[in-house]
C-alpha cells in the first residue's frame, strides 16, 4: 500500500482559500485514482474530488463544482486541492486517499485502499 500524508489545513473566513497536499510515498502513484473526502463531526466521510492517474479526468462532488480544483504532480507524488470561496459547511477532516486504476467509480469510497490521517480545515462564518 501506498502511505499518505496531507497538510495545508487551517482556520479560515468564509470566501477564504486554502490549498490542501498529499504526499505519497511506497508506490506507482502514477497509477494510483486519488481522491479527496470529507468527514463533519458526526456524520459520514463524504467524496469531494477524484483524479485518475494521467491527471487528465477529474471528478466533482456537485457541492465542490466551480470551487474546488484537484490536481496532481506526478513527478512530486503528490496530489493537491485548491479550495476557493470556502464556506461554512466545508469545514471537516480532509482524507487524501488513494487506490489502484479502474477499481472503481473515484467518488466511492471501496475505489480506495490507502488513506491519509487527515488535516483539519474549519471556514469560520
Known amino acids: 500500500q501506498v502511505q499518505l500524508v496531507e497538510s495545508g489545513g487551517g482556520l479560515v473566513q468564509t470566501g477564504g482559500s486554502l490549498r490542501l497536499s498529499c504526499a505519497a510515498s511506497?508506490?506507482?502513484?502514477?497509477?494510483?485514482?486519488m481522491g479527496w473526502f470529507r468527514q463533519a463531526p458526526g456524520k459520514e466521510r463524504d467524496f469531494v474530488a477524484g483524479?485518475?492517474?494521467?491527471?487528465?479526468?477529474?471528478v466533482y462532488a456537485d457541492s465542490a463544482k466551480g470551487r474546488f480544483t484537484i490536481s496532481r504532480d506526478n513527478a512530486k507524488n503528490t496530489v493537491y486541492l485548491q479550495m476557493n470561496s470556502l464556506k461554512p459547511e466545508d469545514t471537516g477532516v480532509y482524507y487524501c486517499?488513494?487506490?489502484?486504476?479502474?477499481?472503481?467509480?473515484?467518488?466511492?469510497?471501496?475505489?480506495?485502499?490507502?488513506w491519509g490521517q487527515g488535516t483539519q480545515v474549519t471556514v469560520s462564518s
Open positions: 486517499a488513494a487506490g489502484p486504476a479502474g477499481k472503481g467509480w473515484p467518488a466511492e469510497l471501496r475505489s480506495y485502499d490507502s
Open positions: 511506497g508506490g506507482t502513484f502514477s497509477s494510483y485514482t
Open positions: 483524479i485518475l492517474g494521467s491527471g487528465r479526468s477529474t
